[in-house]
């Protein structure tokens, strides 16, 4: 007669019936093959059909379990931040902008590049920040009057390549993520001005290019956006700052599309 263990988990080799197990040394290696089989099934025997742990409840009040503060985001001056419609406006518009990317990838994918786009390799970290940024904003030497109009042609190695869909179409999503934390600690460490409209631009691609359900790195790398973002809007000191409209749509593609809702602005 079976046992209800062979019920569930019937033998996958043959063992000789009617072996003895008496004569089995559980402490000395087995002789041959069907010895260690009737050392396994006597071993199995020995073992209880329920086992329960003995656990001592003074130790475990040493070892609590830690609950982690989560930073938020800066709140919003007074007036600062957008209204609930705006985002859900903001949130609509870039998820269109989303599915036309996904749709029209294949097709954009395989249009030429010009000559003088020459994309850095994965783990050029300064050779992304001169290629999204440009030298002069990489190197800190824009300014608020630029002579643009007088060069008899765009450089773009100079005020950097913006993101043609021609060029993001081509990144697959570990370059995506790596670029967008290459682009996030650079932004860390300057302001936001003017001048840095292409980086805008270069966020808001790779956000749009982002696949969901997001990765670990990816929710801690725009987590990290948003905050910042944040901060440099709780320094502005008027409503009219040119800054606040992209700081604020930053936060809110985070928080909203990407559904870290802690760090949303709420309804004043």
């Given at each position: 007669m079976k046992s209800d263990v062979e019920d569930l988990m019937p033998r996958?080799?043959?063992?000789?019936?009617?072996?003895?197990?008496?004569?089995?040394?559980?402490?000395?290696?087995?002789?041959?093959?069907?010895?260690?089989?009737r050392q396994v099934q006597l071993e199995a025997s020995l073992c209880p059909e329920v086992v329960v742990a003995?656990?001592?409840?003074?130790?475990?009040?040493?070892?609590?379990?830690?609950?982690?503060?989560v930073a938020g985001c800066h709140a919003a001056p007074v007036g600062f931040s957008p209204s609930l419609s705006w985002q859900q406006f903001q949130v609509s518009n870039f998820s269109d902008v989303r599915q036309s990317i996904a749709?029209?990838?294949?097709?954009?994918?395989?249009?030429?590049?010009?000559?003088?786009?020459?994309m850095p390799k994965l783990?050029?970290?300064?050779?992304?920040?001169?290629?999204?940024?440009?030298?002069k904003v990489y190197l800190g030497t824009s300014s608020c009057h630029t002579d643009a109009e007088f060069e008899p042609a765009l450089d773009y190695s100079k005020v950097g390549f913006p993101p043609f869909l021609s060029i993001v179409s081509r990144l697959n999503q570990s370059t995506v993520l790596m670029v967008?934390?290459?682009?996030?600690?650079w932004f860390e460490e300057r302001e936001f001005v003017p001048q840095l409209v292409s980086l805008?631009?270069?966020?808001?691609?790779?956000?749009?290019?982002?696949?969901?359900?997001?990765?670990?790195?990816a929710h801690s790398s725009i987590?990290?956006?948003?905050?910042?973002?944040?901060?440099?809007?709780?320094?502005l000191d008027s409503q009219e700052d040119q800054k606040l409209p992209a700081l604020n749509?930053?936060?809110?593609l985070v928080a909203r599309y990407f559904e870290q809702n802690d760090l949303a602005d709420q309804q004043e």
């Open positions: 996958l080799l043959p063992l000789e019936c009617g072996a003895s197990t008496e004569d089995l040394d559980l402490n000395g290696p087995p002789r041959n093959p069907q010895e260690y089989l003995q656990i001592d409840p003074k130790k475990l009040k040493k070892k609590q379990t830690v609950n982690a503060l749709k029209n990838r294949k097709h954009w994918s395989s249009q030429t590049l010009d000559d003088n786009v020459l783990t050029d970290e300064e050779g992304w920040k001169r290629f999204c940024l440009g030298e967008l934390e290459i682009l996030i600690n805008g631009r270069w966020l808001y691609a790779l956000l749009a290019c982002l696949e969901k359900p997001l990765i670990p790195e987590r990290q956006l948003a905050r910042r973002c944040a901060q440099l809007r709780s320094t749509l930053l936060i809110c």
